[in-house]
């Protein structure tokens, strides 16, 4: 099993920036990957970036160039630097870990942009 622990996420005004975190705990070895996921009301859970073990990054073409994705994994965390946010970032966002064949995900942090 792997628990998933997200924090930083609150309120905003738009242009300003906020850092989120992931911590994981439990059986960590053979994650292949980490990521994060948002989900605004009424709308699908959609990827925001991804990290692999092996360090590589992927993104949302609509957060390029503002948010950054990185890992530590001396603490076993996952983090999503996100500047310049827009109200359109308004959402729940989920960390996410792929382990083996199985999909893990934190509970969620609500991120409010205020325009």
């Known amino acids: 099993q792997v628990q998933l622990v997200e924090s930083g996420g609150g309120l905003v005004q738009a242009g300003g920036s906020l850092r989120l975190s992931c911590a994981v705990s439990?059986?960590?070895?053979?994650?292949?990957?980490m990521g994060w996921y948002r989900q605004a009301p009424g709308k699908q859970r959609d990827l925001v970036a991804g990290?692999?073990?092996?360090?590589?990054?992927n993104y949302a073409d609509s957060v390029k160039g503002r948010f950054t994705i990185s890992r530590d994994n001396a603490k076993n965390t996952v983090y999503l630097q996100m500047n310049s946010l827009k109200p359109e970032d308004t959402a729940v966002y989920y960390c996410?870990?792929?382990?083996?064949?199985?999909?893990?995900w934190g509970q969620g942090t609500q991120v409010t942009v205020s325009s």
């Open positions: 996410n870990v792929l382990r083996g064949a199985t999909v893990y």
């Open positions: 439990g059986s960590i070895l053979s994650i292949i990957a």
């Open positions: 990290i692999t073990s092996g360090g590589r990054s």
